[in-house]
DNA sequence: GGGCACGTTTGATCTAGGTCAAAGAACGTG
DNA sequence: CACGTTCTTTGACCTAGATCAAACGTGCCC
């Protein structure tokens, strides 16, 4: 199914203003490669998909065979429960890969959708094996990525588990902001993608308790929100929400 | 592609004897590897540590090197903010990894506390990695085990976000029933290997909660109590909790 | 084996955030 | 451009679970 053909040199040259932006390279492996490993790594991209906002890029209960690494655009995923409910589990940005927790039983676990219409780079999970087989440091940077999400993951069930409202905002605001920084956009304002519901549900809260969050943080003057476009306004004041919360342990 | 032979039922009873007890064949790879294979493969374990209850594995902070697998006993690991507030983020027995999440930074992110008296692998992860790469079957399953992770991250975070207390606390002993069913012990009847406190952080509850959920389940006939000893008396039961609490999506 | 620290249970309150409701605002579509 | 739909805000109220408090068990250590 995958029309993977080797490439020429010149080619390559062509194929990286092609989908230059979308190489792995730029992406996310930002180490040192030599020419011929990157062009091999570049090969590993098979498809450069367009995926139209509210679209899915997969859907739980998918057989699994790539990966995924979001281009450009804006995603989330998540689980949903038997009996309706839906946790979302991430908001994937450029640059982020989505699509590990299917490598466990060959089977998407969640539903993947475009918030904004995105280009994504499907990367087969086989190939990317093999060739992290031969070249160690895409194997380590593979590991890396996986255990990343890992760690994130621990961030949301503190966040979850040990955080009042207000708190989970502010440290999901910062998230966003910090990770906006850190592509070169600014991180002091930008669009929110998501609704106040699906922010709600990553934070475990309701939309209405989210409105709420917001207008206090307006009203405090450490942000200022019109609908979904944010200015943040002090943000040594945000992250002094988080942690000014719990005053008691036991002294 | 990978070459996966599958052992006679004599090569594995000889196997489990030569690299009994911290094998791990037994532990987490119970795949098809030629015996050579698994030979090489059990000289990956470094050390065998005996871990006493109470005992760090290791703490947050610590460097990374190497990954875990319980042989035996029982521990927890759980991240802390800056407040000091602590956040529960697994419970890990017999054939489970730990350490993943220190993959990422080079830097162990959460603290790895025995509950009982544990005996551990150590696996130096370089060596690991240098072997997955000449044996893809072994490869694959790490990725797998990583992987597992974040899908069990992801049931988690849908607990923390979604379930009312009773979901949670019948869904987190549901899940220890089938690990212990899973690993040849009974899933009917067990010791809590943790305080309520421990489980609270977990499930994000105080413990007061977890205590006053176990009272009710108990009262319903659900299981029996005392203390650290659990008898399942009503799974099914059990299972009906959760998802019995939303009745109420718009109609 | 006695004492003490720690873990657990249960009760009485309190409150953060959920629920219900309604009105506006933005947005995409024909 | 008008309309319906979806998203957001805000208010009033309520409840699940937190907090505070006290008593009791248990098991560990000397």
Redesign the interface.
């Known amino acids: 199914m995958a029309s993977r053909t080797i490439l020429k040199q010149s080619d390559i040259a062509q194929l990286k203003s092609v989908c230059s932006a979308c190489s792995l390279l730029e992406l996310c492996l930002p180490i040192g490669l030599e020419p011929k490993e990157i062009d091999k790594l570049d090969r590993l991209v098979e498809h450069h998909r367009s995926v139209k906002r509210g679209d899915f890029l997969y859907r739980a209960g998918a057989p699994f065979r790539s990966l995924f690494a979001v281009r450009s655009g804006f995603l989330k995923s998540y689980?949903l429960?038997?009996?309706?409910?839906?946790?979302?589990?991430g908001f994937h940005m450029m640059g982020e890969f989505v699509g590990?927790?299917?490598?466990?039983?060959d089977v998407h676990?969640?539903d993947a959708v475009a918030l904004e219409n995105s280009d994504i780079c499907e990367i087969p999970f086989?190939t990317l094996?093999?060739f992290?087989?031969?070249v160690?440091i895409l194997?380590?940077h593979l590991?890396?990525i996986?255990?990343?999400?890992?760690?994130r993951?621990?961030?949301?069930?503190?966040l979850?588990?040990?955080m009042k409202a207000e708190e989970r905002l502010a440290a999901f605001l910062l998230n966003l902001s910090q990770r906006y920084a850190a592509r070169g956009y600014s991180g002091t304002s930008f669009h929110l993608r998501m609704t106040r519901e699906e922010i709600g549900?990553?934070?475990?809260l309701k939309l209405e308790t989210v409105s709420r969050v917001f207008s206090k943080f307006q009203e405090e003057g450490l942000i200022s929100v019109q609908n979904k476009y944010i200015e943040f306004k002090d943000v040594a004041g945000l992250k002094a929400v988080i942690?000014q919360q719990?005053r008691c342990?036991r002294s």
Request: hydrophobic content about 25%; aromatic content about 2%.
């Open positions: 689980v429960h038997d009996d309706g409910r839906e946790q979302v589990t590990m927790d299917a490598i466990s039983t676990t969640c086989g094996e093999a992290s087989r031969t160690p194997q380590r590991h890396k996986m255990s990343r999400e890992i760690v993951d621990h961030g949301v069930m503190l979850l588990g040990s549900s990553y934070l475990g942690g719990h342990q």
